[in-house]
């Protein structure tokens, strides 16, 4: 995928698809119009858009995700990690756990995600 960041707009937009998909492209220019006050010709432009960056696909009317949330949202925060800690995992934890305290569930949580890198 071209691009992961997605602006606050965009990002309401792809939940929308995300939430209803698949669906037609009129079903989409309803939608959009109830819930973010668009037109057609707006959510057009940004399906588009979006279908461009490799995140939806728009076959013969019918929206579909290339990409699901999850795996948009693993990309999103593989890059971020990538640019802000240059790609350490490690560095990224200790700069979160030094303001916020893990619960035991998280820490339990982390460590079953570990145990299951591990293993496979």
């Given amino acids: 995928m071209e691009e992961t960041k997605l602006g606050v707009i965009e990002s309401r937009f792809a939940d929308l698809i995300w939430a209803h ?3 037609t492209s009129g079903e989409l220019v309803k939608l959009c119009q ?3 006050t668009w037109k057609k ?9 979006l279908c461009d960056r ?3 696909r728009n076959d013969g009317g019918t929206v ?6 999850e795996e948009f949202h ?3 925060s593989e890059r971020f990690v990538e640019e802000t800690f240059d790609g350490s995992l490690p560095a990224f ?3 979160f756990t030094s303001r916020k305290k893990l619960s035991e569930e ?3 949580q982390l460590q079953l995600l570990i145990d299951q890198s591990r293993e496979g």
């Fill in 93 to 95: 934890l200790t700069a």
């Fill in 21 to 23: 998909a698949p669906l």
């Fill in 64 to 69: 579909t995700a290339a990409v699901s949330r």
């Fill in 34 to 36: 109830e819930e973010l």
């Fill in 54 to 56: 490799g995140l939806f």
């Fill in 106 to 108: 998280e820490i339990h």
């Fill in 41 to 49: 010709s707006t959510t057009y432009t940004v399906l588009k858009k």
């Fill in 74 to 76: 693993a990309m999103q």
